[in-house]
């Protein structure tokens, strides 16, 4: 089946720092890639939605200069938290719909990146 | 504003028994409903959906009911094993017949613990 991996799986950082998480679809081509962020007994909340080539569209109350979003590829997605802070601390996962798939089907999760910014 | 809940964080059952897990909705335009499953440190995996064409869809152990005019789900997991000890998140989505995007909402999950 679709495997998509996230690396890094935990990471601390400085305040001030930046971050870069990777999500690589391994089997197929995403040309649709998520990114979900979730708070400690909170829902998967939908960030951004990062398509191939072309920016990524933000949900609203998310800062597009605060998490960055790269799909240069149809297998690679990144997320970059600038200039981290203490607050900025959650678990972060990517979610990516195969190239062939649609609909409300095919959305392959990656294992997550707990980020904590000290 | 929450548009999926899930308002029972935990659940406790013992092996053998039924897992009823509740899944309540807001928006009218949602038509395709999952549940995920999640252990620690691994994203969520796909469990059993349904569409709102259907009031019921059953795989093996595992099976959800909708009860549309209530905005309700509830997944049922009979009977429950140990193994089945995980994050279960529900989640919705709205197809673009109905003016969505597909790309679902979710719950903030209710863990099941199956005691042996």
């Known amino acids: 089946g679709a495997v998509v991996s996230q690396h890094p799986s935990r990471v601390i950082c400085k305040s001030g720092t930046s971050v870069k998480i990777e999500c690589r679809s391994l089997d197929f081509q995403a040309t649709t890639m998520f990114w979900y962020r979730q708070f400690p007994k909170q829902s998967l909340m939908l960030m951004a939605t990062s398509n191939e080539g072309s920016k990524a569209t933000y949900e609203q109350g998310v800062e597009k200069d605060k998490f960055l979003i790269n799909h240069a590829s149809l297998t690679l997605s990144t997320l970059t938290v600038t200039s981290a802070h203490p607050e900025d601390s959650s678990f972060y996962i990517c979610s990516a719909r195969d190239r062939g798939g649609g609909g409300h089907y095919g959305y392959t999760f990656g294992s997550g990146t707990r980020l904590t910014v000290v | 504003d929450q548009q999926v809940k899930q308002n029972s964080p935990s659940l406790s059952v013992q092996e053998g028994r039924i897992s009823i897990l509740n899944c309540d909705y807001t928006n009218s335009m949602f038509d395709y409903f999952l549940w995920y499953k999640k252990y620690p440190a691994e994203g969520p995996t796909f469990l059993i959906s349904i569409s709102s064409i259907k009031d019921k869809n059953e795989d093996g152990r595992f099976t959800v009911f909708l009860n549309k005019s209530a905005k309700h789900l509830s997944l049922h997991i009979v009977p429950s094993q140990p193994g089945d000890s995980a994050v279960y998140f529900c989640?919705?989505?709205?197809?673009?017949?109905?003016?969505?995007?597909?790309?679902?909402?979710f719950g903030r999950g209710t863990s099941l613990i199956v005691h042996p």
């Open positions: 989640a919705a989505s709205a197809s673009g017949k109905s003016g969505g995007s597909y790309i679902p909402t």
